[in-house]
């Protein structure tokens, strides 16, 4: 099983600013790496897959990088929709999700 | 408009059976890959399985062969998920998503569609 691990857990950031987030894998998954959004609630939405490319309708202020063992998310200039918990999944075995990183107001 | 619409909220016992669905519109049911995916109170996500829908091959995460049945009917576009005798652990929020991209054969990938997931409590 590969293990995901994101950072932090907890992210507080105040509207209009950045945020970025982390997650690891345990072992190589090249850019098989997608990153969704959940609100309480809710169930998770994609933002991002093949590590960079925002799905359709997400907005270009989510951006995702990385390959390999090391994956971020960058959401520029937030929005008050945004304040929400992020996951990442790898797919390069059977999927397998990180902890999630959960983005509050500060 | 691609949709999941799962079933209702389930209060069950210790020991009952029970099996929820997901039912698939606006796409061809029958080519898209069907998994399952729990979410523990307060916690993460974790892929229990998968299903196509059009040939019923399916796959199981090792952690939860066993203890769940997934199946499907294709007729009438629904996936399911089985437990004979529930347990307290099982108490859960448990979602449908479809994987990105018709195949007949299975390949990792990523969830563009979900379920708005259906709670289940276990509870004497």
């Known amino acids: 099983e590969i293990v995901m691990t994101q950072s932090p857990a907890t992210l507080s950031v105040s509207p209009g600013e950045r945020a970025t987030l982390s997650c690891r894998a345990s072992?190589?998954?090249?850019?098989?790496l997608a990153w969704y959004q959940q609100k309480p609630g809710q169930a998770p939405r994609l933002l991002i897959n093949?590590?960079?490319t925002r799905a359709t309708g997400i907005p270009a202020r989510f951006s995702g990088s990385g390959s390999g063992t090391e994956f971020t998310l960058t959401i520029n200039s937030l929005q008050s929709e945004d304040f929400a918990v992020y996951y990442c999944?790898?797919?390069?075995?059977?999927?397998?999700f990180g902890q999630g990183t959960k983005v509050e107001i500060k | 408009e691609v949709q999941l619409v799962q079933s209702g909220a389930e209060v069950k016992k210790p020991g009952e059976s029970l099996k929820i669905s997901c039912q698939g519109s606006?796409?061809?049911?029958?080519?898209?890959?069907i998994a399952w995916v729990r979410q523990m109170p307060g916690k993460g996500l974790e892929w229990m399985g998968i299903?196509?829908?059009?040939?019923?091959?399916?796959r199981y995460n090792p952690s939860f062969q066993g203890q769940v049945t997934i199946s499907a009917d294709k007729s009438i576009s629904t996936a399911y998920i089985h437990w004979s005798s529930l347990k307290a652990s099982d108490a859960a929020m448990y979602f449908c998503?479809?994987?990105?991209?018709?195949?007949?054969?299975?390949?990792?990938?990523?969830?563009?569609?979900w379920g708005q997931g259906t709670l289940v409590t276990v509870s004497s």
């Open positions: 998503a479809r994987q990105a991209y018709p195949s007949e054969f299975y390949s990792y990938n990523w969830f563009d569609r």
């Open positions: 072992q190589s998954v090249s850019t098989k």
């Open positions: 606006g796409y061809s049911f029958t080519t898209y890959w």
């Open positions: 999944q790898q797919y390069d075995k059977w999927p397998t």
């Open positions: 093949g590590a960079s």
């Open positions: 299903i196509h829908p059009g040939n019923s091959d399916i």
